[in-house]
């Protein structure tokens, strides 16, 4: 498997994949999300790839098996820069095999080398997969976020 960064050419595969992420989403919280044609479009996708952002894709072979989509910010209320992860999904028929990890790991060792020393992502409570993901990569629930419809 290799990791790397997520090119302009790539933009196909990973709205694919994006869109998957979207329906699940949908498929669980149809109050909140909706169906889309793209998870994002062309511009937001540019945006999600340039210089300042860290965008990777997993593959093997001609195989993308999943990609990352993170940035690493300052906040004058927190101590230390943070990597926040917002995007990270795995092909079903590439799971468990140790790919989000790989996407995880090569994250934070460029958040690392941008001065980050924390990581935060935010997942929802029915996405139980990646709970358990996330909690196995070492992540504690640092927050609660509430909401419901007025």
């Known amino acids: 498997m290799k990791i790397r960064e997520i090119k302009e050419s790539d933009y196909s595969v990973v709205d694919k994949m994006a869109t998957e992420l979207q329906i699940l989403h949908v498929n669980h919280t149809d109050d909140i999300f ?82 980050a020393k924390r990581m935060q992502l935010m997942v929802w409570s029915f996405n139980e997969e990646a709970r358990h993901l996330y909690e196995s990569y070492g992540m504690e629930i640092q927050s609660y976020n509430y909401g419901k419809k007025i």
């Open 34 to 115: 909706k169906e889309t044609a793209h998870a994002y479009s062309y511009e937001e996708f540019l945006n999600c790839i340039c210089d300042d952002r860290i965008a990777l894709i997993a593959e093997e072979g001609n195989d993308v098996l999943g990609y990352c989509f993170a940035n690493v910010f300052e906040n004058p209320a927190f101590k230390d820069r943070t990597l926040h992860i917002s995007d990270l999904f795995v092909d079903q028929h590439a799971r468990r095999k140790g790919v989000a990890k790989a996407l995880l790991d090569e994250a934070v060792k460029r958040a690392k080398r941008l001065g």
